[in-house]
């Protein structure tokens, strides 16, 4: 790598945009765009973000590996109405799918995000990894709660039902003192003993039907 390029990589390590490109380098759109193409093939470059999402690109001055998907790739992937634009690089190594992802969005505490793991429901595989992972986690309620308003607007892989029968007295929060008065969500309140963020145009938005 000669120094002009390491230069180059050094003032642009990081999370950017086409935009931020062309200002720390005044270049024209096309030329950031270029060069960005150009960083990618060099493996100095991975990108999140498709369609409608606006893209990230992670710049790093030492090559890269070819990247994993990470809990943004995920919920995007499974909700193509409904984009979430990653506002940090969000990468894992090894397994990591649907089951991860719900956990993952969960401990966000973030509202998008959680409401973007209802279309996940149905492309579970490994039901037993879900609850053992969200048991560790402490939010087996909360997981719970979402397959269960998810049920309502979508197809839905079917949970065992021994993961169904588990009673819990403690309130938890998917969204910290956030809850809504739909009266469709009030027997998901009761039984799971977390009360639900959403209103039922929310839910539209990610059916693909707003």
């Known amino acids: 790598m000669n120094q002009k390029t390491y230069e180059m990589l050094y003032a642009l390590e990081g999370l950017q945009t086409v935009e931020t490109v062309m200002n720390k380098l005044n270049l024209t759109r096309q030329s950031a ?18 369609g409608k999402i606006k893209r990230i690109y992670r710049i790093t001055i030492r090559k890269q590996l070819p990247r994993d998907l990470g809990m943004f790739d995920i919920l995007n992937k499974y909700n193509p109405d409904f984009q979430i634009n990653p ?56 997981v719970g709660a979402l397959y269960d308003v998810a049920r309502l607007f979508f197809k839905v892989r079917k949970m065992p039902e021994k993961y169904r029968k588990v009673r819990f007295k403690k309130i938890k929060y998917l969204i910290e003192k956030y809850r809504t008065k739909e009266i469709m969500f009030r027997p998901i309140h009761q039984k799971w003993k977390v009360p639900i963020p959403f209103r039922e145009g929310d839910l539209t938005k990610i059916t693909g039907m707003w």
Request: aromatic content about 12%; overall charge positive; charged content about 25%.
């Open 87 to 142: 506002w940090f690089d969000h990468q894992v190594h090894g397994k990591y799918g649907p089951e991860e992802a719900i956990i993952d969005a969960i401990q966000t505490k973030k509202f998008r995000l959680i409401l973007a793991t209802l279309r996940l429901f149905n492309y579970i595989k490994d039901w037993p990894s879900l609850y053992q992972s969200a048991k560790k986690e402490d939010c087996w309620q909360q």
């Open 33 to 50: 765009i270029n060069l960005l193409s150009q960083l990618k093939r060099q493996q100095h470059v991975t990108v999140s973000g498709q």
